[in-house]
């Protein structure tokens, strides 16, 4: 039967479904020494030379974020 003379049920019930979940990933194992010094080198190569070019004072959208001291109580 070519797929032109099936109906949408023929082709949905020739379909494979699933019978069991995927196998779970494997475990995360943990870097090694060398791993771990090859990504911070390659972090630090990223962030060489690198500057914040936007303006570093306190933005207006930011001011409610301001640390307000609470003055003793009299």
Not at 20 to 35: F, S
Not at 37 to 64: F, N, Y
Request: aromatic letters at 6%; glycine letters at 2%; charged letters at 25%.
């Amino acid at each position: 039967m070519s797929d032109q003379s099936q109906t949408a049920y023929d082709r949905l019930m020739a379909e494979t479904i699933p019978t069991r979940p995927d196998a779970p990933p494997p475990p995360i194992r943990p870097w090694t020494p060398e791993e771990q010094a090859q990504h911070w080198a390659d972090l630090q190569a990223a962030i060489s030379g690198w500057h914040w070019e936007d303006d570093t004072s306190l933005s207006a959208k930011r001011r409610h974020l301001r640390l307000i001291r609470q003055s003793e109580a009299a």
